[in-house]
């Protein structure tokens, strides 16, 4: 067997092995949560980079009045953290009796569209997978023309709705390894669908439509001067094109926030729909 047939052999087999891990910790959480309900909290996040938490100051304008201890309580025993760019809970579980979660727990964030950060080089010693992105130094900090250090950069952040109770990021991500609910079975949907794709498509629109217009004013004009305006128009979770579906999560969080577009994303539908089959299921098997 030739080196170029080795490799790809070997590619494969740790692919697969990923894979299976994945699946292994997607069930265990899932027999974690329905051991402990509500009880369940988040684990410390140590891979976690500490920037996660810093707040742009157009956060604060748009924070929501309503916002209160015991939700910022509630989402850091979800997610182990509060994300600085947090405007304010958009969903609870009340709005969903077909979820069968008790209370009035958070299960969507609405997330401000810019992002603080500390300078970051790349590598992955802290934890976090470096990615391509657009970063700029804030108008305030200049750059130490001697050392070369910067310590803070701002960067758009397109997910505008966050799903983060843990039950459906559970089941969400156990769609998304399955074979009947996943990405690409939705995407085949919607791309022989013209009804479907054209639901998507205001979806998208006024998913972007509506993150631009939650900018203040002087952030829309600080994003346009680092023409970064087409990446914050952009549809459900940073998507440009209507038929193409990146993130079950992310569409989820969409529908259930009940903003602008959500019931015409249908996706988020779908997936609503299978994750409440998911939730009927494990209580009849309760019951039995």
């Excluded at 769609?175 to 919607?190: D, P, R, T, W, Y």
């Amino acid at each position: 067997m030739n080196d170029c047939k080795v490799r790809k052999k070997n590619r494969h087999g740790r692919a697969s092995r990923r894979r299976k891990a994945k699946l292994r910790s997607i069930q265990e959480a899932e027999e974690t949560f329905w051991r402990k309900g509500e009880n369940w909290k988040m684990d410390p996040i140590k891979s976690t980079p500490t920037d996660r938490s810093r707040t742009w100051p157009g956060v604060i304008q748009r924070r929501s009045e309503k916002w209160s201890n015991e939700d910022e309580a509630s989402i850091i025993g979800q997610i182990g953290y509060l994300p600085g760019n947090t405007v304010a809970i958009a969903a609870r579980s009340d709005q969903f009796p077909s979820l069968c979660i008790n209370g009035s727990v958070p299960l969507v964030l609405e997330l401000y569209p810019i992002a603080l950060r500390d300078a970051y080089d790349g590598g992955k010693s802290d934890g976090r997978k470096f990615k391509s992105r657009k970063r700029t130094l804030p108008d305030n900090q200049e750059r130490d023309s001697k050392s070369n250090n910067i310590t803070d950069v701002i960067e758009p952040f397109p997910t505008m709705f966050w799903l983060t109770h843990p039950l459906l990021r559970i089941l969400v991500s156990k769609l998304e390894m399955g074979s009947s609910h996943n990405v690409k079975i939705f995407e085949a949907k919607i791309a022989n669908n013209k009804e479907w794709l054209d639901s998507m498509k205001d979806a998208h629109e006024a998913y972007g439509e509506t993150r631009w217009n939650l900018l203040s004013e002087s952030d829309q004009q600080y994003i346009s001067r680092k023409n970064w305006k087409n990446a914050l128009t952009t549809g459900v979770a940073g998507l440009r094109k209507p038929h193409a579906v990146k993130c079950l999560h992310a569409h989820l969080a969409h529908y259930l926030s009940g903003g602008p577009g959500s019931k015409e994303n249908l996706v988020g539908k779908w997936v609503m729909d299978e994750v409440c089959n998911l939730v009927k299921m494990r209580q009849e098997s309760q019951a039995d």
